[in-house]
């Protein structure tokens, strides 16, 4: 793929590094890294080289001449740094939540629609190969109008996992400590929303409470394993996504049905794909049921077979790249509006867990009407950056935490 040559800047070289790699692949030229943690950074320009600028402060950094950013800090706060990057129409390819909070989305789409920047979500997922062959056939039409979606992002995590905590809770603050089981929703609802074409109008959600019981190592602050979540959408249709779950057994799975047929990935079973459809609505010269592996059928496809998350990452950069080259924003559900609505499913799922299921109008940030129902709403479960403690609960059972043991065994992991 001919891409002119752009430059780039990597703010969080933690997971920045690994997106790195493919720009770099696509003929793009990484100038500038940011981070405050010096052990990375120094790791990052041996890997990238000295002709590579590092910076300590984001708003030195974002003075280094560049054409895009790279926001790969703490999930929840890319907000504030793109917005950033807008006041100078510097792209934005953001990984992965856009916003933390609704009010946060407000002064998002307000930045961006004074801005020349072009805004990408980086949610990957809906570029694995069993999503891209799931919206092959959609496309094709066969599956008829589509009722129904879900997906699930399954991650369980071995309590005792040194290196785990390590590497992605390493201070009591974390805002995985601290994360609802909505919040880290696009890899499950941003599949679905890509596959379908539809968009969430009303979410309600419930929450499953399962605490890590026992004396192992944890510092995190909510006991529920798993959500539930349901959106009606624009077109009539329903979603069913998990966000981050934790039940028993790992997977990703995107199941969608349509009035003549359903097709998914079978869990457990890789990229695997089960298509099926009613006996008397079938394609011509097609069978009822087809199991098979689906394949790539792409130009860059032994590139895409060495990169992160099953090749998606590479797609996904790829896209980006393509739309900066192009002058073009990146369509739904990677666009800046897309992503303040998968923000909001996320945000106000929780808060339908806290009050017991209730459904929540999902914002369109488009209107004016609806940025002044959330303009002044910073609501958060997080401890901020500034050490701002959270605002609302971040458990469906408000007053749960770690025991002592529980804490005084992580802080041991840490030393370890």
Not at 232 to 239: Q, R, Y
Not at 352 to 359: A, E, I, N, P, R
């Amino acid at each position: 793929m001919e891409i002119k040559k752009i430059k780039v800047g990597v703010f969080g070289v933690g997971r920045g590094l690994d997106i790195a790699k493919n720009f770099m692949l696509l003929n793009a030229e990484i100038v500038a890294i940011c981070d405050n943690h010096k052990g990375r950074r120094e790791e990052a320009i041996k890997k990238l080289g000295k002709s590579v600028k590092d910076f300590e402060n984001f708003d030195d950094f974002i003075n280094y001449p560049m054409d895009a950013v790279i926001l790969a800090n703490n999930f929840y706060e890319h907000a504030e740094f793109a917005i950033k990057c807008f006041e100078k129409n510097i792209h934005v390819f953001c990984e992965c939540l856009s916003n933390g909070t609704m009010g946060e989305g407000v002064k998002l789409i307000r930045a961006f629609e004074k801005s020349k920047s072009i805004y990408m979500l980086a949610e990957n997922y809906p570029q694995m190969l069993h999503n891209r062959e799931i919206k092959r056939v959609i496309d094709s039409g066969n599956l008829g109008e589509i009722m129904y979606a879900e997906a699930e992002y399954n991650h369980p995590v071995n309590p005792w996992y040194t290196y785990f905590t390590k590497k992605y809770k390493f201070y009591p603050e974390h805002w995985r400590h601290f994360l609802p089981k909505t919040y880290y929703i696009t890899h499950s609802l941003g599949p679905v929303m890509y596959l379908t074409g539809a968009t969430p109008k009303k979410v309600s959600a419930f929450a499953m409470f399962f605490p890590i019981k026992g004396d192992v190592p944890t510092a995190s602050h909510n006991g529920d394993k798993a959500s539930n979540i349901t959106t009606l959408n624009d077109d009539g249709s329903v979603f069913r996504v998990t966000a981050s779950s934790c039940f028993g057994a790992h997977n990703n799975s995107t199941r969608v049905c349509g009035t003549k047929g359903q097709i998914e990935n079978l869990r457990g079973m890789g990229d695997q794909i089960m298509l099926r459809y009613n006996e008397w609505e079938k394609p011509e010269n097609e069978p009822v049921e087809k199991l098979y592996t689906p394949s790539w059928n792409d130009k860059d496809e032994e590139i895409i077979k060495q990169s992160g998350h099953g090749g998606a990452d590479y797609v996904t950069a790829r896209m980006f790249l393509d739309c900066v080259d192009k002058g073009v924003q990146p369509p739904h559900p990677f666009d800046v509006y897309s992503a303040t609505a998968m923000s909001s499913v996320g945000i106000l799922a929780h808060r339908s867990v806290l009050d017991g299921g209730k459904v929540y109008e999902i914002p369109d940030f488009r209107k004016e009407e609806d940025r002044k129902l959330y303009e002044n709403d910073f609501l958060t479960p997080f401890y901020s950056s500034k050490g701002d403690a959270p605002t609302i609960p971040c458990c469906s059972h408000t007053d749960y935490k770690p025991t002592e043991k529980q804490m005084k065994l992580y802080f041991k992991e840490l030393e370890k």
